[in-house]
Nanobody, 123 residues
């Protein structure tokens, strides 16, 4: 069974930065993509970014392009989401998920999910 643990969430002022981490454990695939999604109160969970194992595939949602950076350190088995110039509408629970080593952006393409980490951006 695959488990993912997110960390790094918290409260930050608008314009500030925050870095989230995601560490998969258990029986992961030999190579795997990691996607980040977020869910704001009362809204559906939406795609944020995805990175393939080799880093050859990286996609961002248009809403975060230029402000968020996804990266991974395979030696540490950790994926990061660096978020800068944060806005109040970035307030959400952020989830990482893993699946096949492709650049999928749909929730249903990811069979394994973390519990989420909360990010609150104050105005």
């Amino acid at each position: 069974q695959v488990q993912l643990v997110e960390s790094g969430g918290g409260l930050v002022q608008a314009g500030g930065s925050l870095t989230l981490s995601c560490a998969p454990t258990g029986r992961t695939f030999s190579t795997y993509a990691i996607g980040w999604f977020r869910q704001a109160p009362g809204k559906e969970r939406e795609f944020v970014a995805v990175i393939s194992y080799s880093r050859a595939i990286i996609y961002y949602a248009d809403t975060v392009k230029g402000r968020f950076t996804i990266s991974r350190d395979n030696a540490k088995n950790t994926v990061y989401l660096q978020m800068s110039t944060l806005k109040p509408d970035c307030t959400a629970d952020y989830y990482c998920a893993t699946g096949l080593d492709t650049g999928r952006t749909r929730r249903n393409d990811y069979p394994y999910w973390g519990q989420g980490t909360q990010v609150t951006v104050s105005s």
